[in-house]
């Protein structure tokens, strides 16, 4: 099996998208991401059970992030060049792994382990789906990726909900029986891997034009220049969406005395609205230009982070809401945008956008899990503030020709 996807990309079977193709893709994507955000939804846990430090915590947010994210970008180079159609299966397998030894882990170490195999499965699982979702969206691209990128979100939310009623009242054990829910995602990407493998085996009778028109070495600097400032938005997008994702129940718990399990409801209300936030992003850069979201998603979100540490609890609770509806439509528009830059790795750049998307945030949540350790949790969320200031940068962005 010799076809590029590329090929594949660019010369759909059919003008219609394959909605079969991405809904199975997308609800594989909400079970995986579910079963992973089980890992810092049991946090409170975890931090009971093993007596961790915030630093520790930090460290385990490290190690599965960065199993995470350093792979995926060879996983799509890889992958370039050698479609593995049933790839997105073999990672849901190594997520399952880690869920099983996450719920018999007796110390420390084996949680660091379990945490590398769910984040490997992650590296696996995130490139080629993104690559096949592309490939079934038939030029509604953004429209396509939204629908993958809020299963994953919706996964994402409803993992401290199943926290909340399932692991915490019958203890780290019963992830054991949860993680049987990867099986069914296992079946869907079965079925999915097939009809990919037949598109890869129609499309090697086909060849890429974009393939024999190689960038010249000005356009390719341009591209290296418009690629660096869509890494600075994705860094500091997920800097402060760490900050909200590993810490939120602490500051709740800290500042209003929460009981945990009603600020496992307030991390659900955001993760929510992420969710939504990311269905939005998508069709809205298919209908006005990616970058015009890019610009609003993070800079938009700025006057809101700024208020958030100096408010009461129900007025968090609409501040983080609002947070995770603008600052969540970004990451769709910006995979496509850098997809549009070079549609002839598709791959590689759905790996480092996803690999960078889950390293930096595996990276600022040790840092942050410092910060709190020596100047509290409160005061996360005050340094944190000031970074969608950053979304300046997407002046830097030109606007593209939709393809």
């Not at 060049?81 to 399952?96: C, H, I, K, N, V």
């Not at 938005?233 to 602490?250: D, E, N, P, R």
Request: glycine residues 8%.
């Amino acid at each position: 099996m010799n076809a590029s996807p590329a090929a594949v990309a660019a010369n759909p079977d059919t003008a219609t998208p394959r909605w079969r193709v991405i809904g199975a893709v997308s609800a594989a994507h909400f079970l995986n991401d579910m079963m992973q955000s089980l890992i810092l939804a049991l946090y409170p846990l975890l931090k009971g059970n093993y007596a961790l430090s915030f630093a520790q915590i930090g460290l385990l947010t490290l190690v599965y992030q960065c199993t995470a994210s350093l792979l995926q970008p060879m996983v799509g180079m890889f992958t370039d060049r050698r479609p593995q159609p049933y790839a997105m299966m073999l990672g849901m397998l190594s997520t399952l792994a880690g869920l099983l030894l996450l719920s018999q882990a007796t110390q420390y170490g084996w949680l660091l382990v379990a945490a590398a195999l769910v984040g490997t499965g992650s590296s696996i699982f995130h490139p080629e789906s993104s690559r096949v979702v592309r490939l079934a969206s038939a030029g509604h691209k953004g429209l396509a990726q939204s629908l993958f990128q809020v299963g994953g979100n919706g996964g994402t939310a409803t993992g401290p909900l199943l926290a909340m009623l399932l692991i915490l009242p019958y203890g780290q054990g019963s992830l054991a029986w949860v993680a049987m829910l990867t099986l069914l995602a296992m079946l869907l990407l079965w079925q999915v891997g097939n009809w990919y493998r037949a598109q890869l085996a129609h499309a090697a009778q086909r060849r890429a034009s974009v393939a024999a028109n190689p960038l010249s070495p000005a356009a390719t600097r341009k591209t290296l220049a418009v690629l660096m400032a869509l890494v600075a938005l994705v860094a500091t997008k997920y800097t402060y969406m760490a900050s909200l994702h590993s810490y939120f129940t602490f500051y709740l718990i800290e500042r209003f005395a929460l009981p945990t399990a009603s600020a496992q409801l307030y991390l659900f209300a955001f993760l929510l609205a992420v969710a939504v936030g990311t269905l939005l992003g998508g069709p809205l850069g298919d209908r006005i230009g990616r970058r015009r979201v890019i610009w609003f998603s993070i800079f938009g979100s700025a006057p809101f982070a700024l208020a958030l540490p100096h408010v009461g609890l129900t007025a968090t609770l609409a501040l983080v809401v609002i947070i995770g509806l603008i600052l969540s439509s970004a990451f769709s528009a910006i995979l496509v945008y850098a997809q549009e830059l070079l549609p002839q790795k598709v791959g590689t750049i759905s790996g480092l956008f996803f690999g960078l998307a889950f390293g930096v945030a595996g990276l600022a949540a040790a840092a942050l899990g410092q910060l709190a350790d020596h100047a509290g949790i409160q005061a996360v969320y005050q340094w944190c503030a000031w970074l969608p200031l950053a979304g300046i940068i997407a002046a830097l962005l030109p606007e593209l020709r939709r393809r």
